[in-house]
């Protein structure tokens, strides 16, 4: 096989993005080395690399600035509606590539650098990966920042600048071991500081230093629990603080308030809350208007329940903050007053619906009793929000028939769906450009903002060339990813095998460990049966667990001590892998994802609120071997749940189990091939040394497993089985991609926002182009 072409040289053929003009490239090339001369204050003789992405970064974000400005102005012009969306997270990765394509500038920025003897690849490689998040739900917010700002709507995100991110997860002996995440060290050219804006935040009834030159925080201990409540309530005064600037000095160029009457805020603001971290915008924004601002308590509450809408994003009780009363008493004592007050008065209007259902009030009760006494955050925010949304329709049916079910029967019209998505401008056209290449010379380029065009591919699905190119683009993309691991992982990988991807946060009920019983299973089958042909497979697990979360930690431990045994058996040879990868993050998303064949979301179904991790491999051309679970389930209806590998336990099945009983023995007992798995486990076959260290592993699959795995097994077996088949098939197995790529059209996250923006903020996407003022022109042919 041809060695692949880079994405440096893949960018100088005729693209999707064009041909860069020659005044363009002079153009860049003298805005560098202004800025390698005079804001880094160096010359090429002393400059490093990480000098020289600095002075690319700041050449493309002056390309921002013109049309930032201009945009503000036209805000304060106009005076549109805007919508505030308040996350703890933002996952937002590298900015550098992703900002070049949005402007339209990749090209020519490719040329620049190339003239100037770089290598802008090299240079992209040196950017931190922004430490704002933790996982699906920041990098939702990420995604849909980009749909917002594509779709033209006047739209702020609202979070912590975190000093230190999560953690970079290193793996050391096999165990994950947290670093801090100092992605701040060299600074970052992407953001502005607004000390002009300083704003206090005040704890314990006096003035405090804010809670934001800060980590991410583990709330496993009280002093975690504090620091985390502390950082809730900091991101969300000061928010409000800025949000009610904006509404009362709202024409261009007067610094002066100008408007008195909060009658119309509604109209003015929407505020997002991203889960129930933000929840505390609700007393907060009734403490503002009551205290500061001298509303009357009624007249408070509308505007706060008109302005607010709320996004659930989880099922499991666990996951839904409750927050301790004495937190509160100590920390913020005027918030729990007005949250009694909300709750006695919501509790009123409970009784007189329902006389005499005393069950029903305490289930509705925004305080749930207890040692200690505790504030149900996600009740306060379907309280206090106009409308309640799930990420799923799997998932806001479960929301409407069981976690929220008291308050559906009370206001049904406040529920919606809001299937999430992602943008296909970081996760088509920049980590996977051969592909994106392939689709615009089939269909054009107008996919990139209208996604559901992807549909017209289904034209092409009996055009042998382009099932060729589509193969080969996959094929090129796995052998580049294989450079990777073999230099990072020393370990050889068959870049024929069947590339088996499973990255997401460990947990319980994502089910990693379904995923490890097939892959032992299979190494049994090879050692059984050493001459039998059988399809190769490189299985990639990657993902962090919390760093309090023990079980969490074994599975890590588990997963990379059965690698160590398989990699390095001579009977399996290069016909099964299996890499731990080590620090998952945005940029090694965008490397791993364009590579995969298969695509494993197989969470305990009713578990999972949504996924986007299954859009972004589906959009890339893997296949998806799942569950009915969240978005796989819409996943399965738009490209025919005959194109995806279903197996398993629907939602009803779950819950008659959960009815009748789960008896893991039984499945010990009659599969053989799983006894055989698990003994080796609990035997030390994977641990020699310590026979006895996954005692805990098995005692909770045999014992306590909430998530069933050994309750689809079988089934998952068999269907992994159907996946060997059809790989075997080459040409079949590149339709059935088409067909999932075709049909992952819905999974915008564009779609996702013009939804939220017409159905729940009231507002409408705009086409506007704002002429940004003096900047150099910039042709895209």
Known sequence: MSTPLSDQEKRKQISVRGIAGLGDVAEIKKSFNRHLHFTLVKDRNVATPRDYYFALAHTVRDHLVGRWIRTQQYYYEKDPKRVHYLSLEFYMGRTLQNTMINLGLQTACDEAIYQLGLDIEELEEIEEDAGLGNGGLGRLAACFLDSMASLGLAAYGYGIRYEFGIFNQKIRDGWQVEEADDWLRYGNPWEKARPEYMLPVHFYGRVEPTAGGVKWVDTQFFEGKELRLKQEYFVVAATLQDIIRRFKSSKFGCRDPVRTSFETFPAKVAIQLNDTHPALAIPELMRILVDVEKLNWDKAWEVTRQTCAYTNHTVLPEALERWPIYLFEKLLPRHLQIIYQINHLHLQRIAAMFPGDTDRLRRMSLIEEGDPKRINMAHLCVVGSHAVNGVAQ?????????????????????????????????????????????????????????????????????????????????????????????????????????????????????????????????????KKNPSKHFVPRTVIIGGKAAPGYHMAKMIIKLITAVGLVVNNDPVVGDRLKVIYLENYRVSLAEKVIPAADLSEQIS?????????????????????????????????????????FIFGMRVED?????????????????????????????????????????????????????????????????????????????????????????????????RTISEYAREIWGVEPSDVKIPPPNEPSISSS
Not at 424 to 453: H, M, S
Request: contains cysteine; aromatic residues 12%.
């Open 604 to 644: 305990t179904a009713g578990t999972e609120a949504s996924g986007t991790g299954n859009m972004k491999f589906m959009l890339n051309g893997a296949l998806t071997i799942g569950t009915m679970d969240g978005a796989n389930v819409e996943m399965a209806e738009e490209a025919g749940e005959e194109n995806l």
């Open 394 to 526: 799997i998932h806001s049916d479960i929301v409407k028939n069981t976690v929220f079910k008291d308050f559906y029967e009370v206001e049904p019209g406040k529920f919606q769906n809001k299937t999430n998505g992602i943008t296909p401008r970081r996760w088509l056209l920049l980590c996977n450009p051969g592909l994106a290449d392939i689709i615009a010379e089939k269909i054009g380029d107008d996919f990139v903002t209208d996604l559901y065009q992807l549909r017209n591919l289904l034209d092409f699905i009996d055009d042998e060339a382009f099932i060729r190119d589509i193969a080969n683009v996959k094929q090129e993309n796995k052998q580049k990813f294989a450079t990777y691991l073999e230099k990072e992982y020393d370990v050889k990988i068959n870049y024929e095998s069947l590339f088996d991807i499973h990255v997401k946060r460990i947990h319980e009920y994502k089910r990693q460990l379904l995923n490890l019983l097939h892959v032992i299973t299979f190494y049994n089958r090879i």
């Open 654 to 750: 779950v819950e008659a189990m959960d009815k009748t009983g789960y008896n893991a023995q039984e499945y010990y007992q009659r599969l053989p091939e799983l006894r055989q798995a698990i003994d080796q486990i609990q035997t030390g076959f994977f641990s020699p040394a310590q026979p006895e260290l996954f005692k805990d592993v098995v005692n909770m699959l045999m014992k306590h497993d909430r998530f069933k795995v050994f309750a689809d097994y079988e089934a998952y077996m068999t269907c992994q089985g159907k996946v060997s088949e059809l790989y075997m098939n080459p040409k079949e197995w590149t339709r059935v991609v088409i067909r999932n790529i075709a049909g992952s059209g819905k999974f915008s996250s564009d």
